[in-house]
């Protein structure tokens, strides 16, 4: 894995990790205390659906159990990876989430200028 798709799927894993506790909202409690550490995997693997399997595994936690989650992809552009999110880490992320008990999964995404229906 190179450092873009690190990248890419880091940010997969973190936007999954947003909806739980700690970053703040009406029904979560405020921001995580300074000085805590986040924990981060990293994955080297040609095979995506085992790099963010294997990624999560490693944070040895389910922040998504019966929570809605935001999933935001890099579509920006039409261009393909590394330009935007490979679909196959993008699939690969959605099925784990579905795996860990997500209440609900939307992707949200905005291109520009290009039409964002276009670009997906």
Known sequence: MNRREFIITAAGVALSAAAGPGHGGPDMPAQKPAGVKTKVSL??????????????????????????????????????????????????????????KAKSITVGERSGPPDTADVM
């Not at 595994?57 to 039409?78: C, H, M, Q, R, W």
């Open 43 to 100: 994955i080297k693997t040609p095979d995506r659906h085992e790099g963010v399997n294997r990624a999560i595994d490693l944070l040895k936690i389910n922040p998504v159990s019966g929570k809605s989650v935001l999933l935001k992809p890099n579509f920006n552009t039409a261009d393909q990876f590394p330009g935007s999110t490979h679909h196959d880490t993008l699939e690969a992320i959605i099925l784990r989430l579905k795996a860990m």
